[in-house]
């Protein structure tokens, strides 16, 4: 699917996974970007500019605290406001625990809940009424929901929902054309991982992985590009990709 005059709207999109998804389908796919963040790191009206001269696109910015349905629906307005259409709808925003199930106070639970799992339920629920006709909706999840484990039941939890979300909205979809797929990394090397984890256990996990390395965002975005550019067949899907780390 070519995306010239395609607009993508990106949450998260400029650091980390989804500061490269938008450079990958901004310098390949021609894509126009509508690309959302939180807090504000400093650079990102130069990264907008520079992708716009480097590659031709049109970029927006957009900050906001997404935790309601109103600042979904908000959110995706303001991109068809820009834009006319919006196309691609990649959700990138998370936010990770790693805690005993026994400890996790309510607060806790009540935050992680609020970004793993309501943001991205309304997230694909507003995608699902406003994408485009053969568009696609993106989710981003974890090779942890295939893992095992102890001390990530909040994480693990909230995010497990997200698979059935997209199941769901693929199997509504499925007239208008839309796919609807998750992408599951494993542990990934940026900020947000290293907060939780001890050495010993990034040891570990690079230790069960090709390469005896993390995963990394290159490892990623592609694989985000593919699904967003492809031909449709795929969806209501969760792609693990994580070195061999774990499979479902």
Known sequence: ???????ALITGGTKNLGKLTA????????????????????????????????YGVKVELYQG??????SLTELFEAAIKKFGRVDIAINNVG???????????????DDMN??????????????????????RIISLVTSLLAVYTPFYPVYQGTKAAVEYYTKAASKELLGKGITVNCVAPGPMDTP???????PEAVEFYKSNAMQNRLTKIEDIAPIISF???????ITGQVIYANGGLAAP
């Open 65 to 70: 605290r997404l935790g309601s349905a109103a």
């Open 23 to 54: 450079i990958e389908l901004a310098s390949k796919h021609k894509a126009n970007l509508f690309l959302h963040y939180n807090s504000s790191q400093g650079d990102e009206q130069e990264f907008a500019k520079e992708l716009a001269e480097k």
């Open 192 to 198: 947000f991982f290293y907060g939780q984890e001890t």
């Open 114 to 135: 609020l970004v793993n799992n309501k943001v991205a339920y309304f997230f694909i629920s507003e995608a699902s009424k406003k994408v485009s006709e053969g568009g």
């Open 95 to 109: 936010k990770v625990l790693k805690k005993p199930f026994a400890e996790v106070t309510e607060k806790e639970f």
């Open 227 to 233: 699904l967003a550019t492809g031909r449709g067949w």
């Open 1 to 7: 699917m070519s995306l010239i005059e395609k607009t």
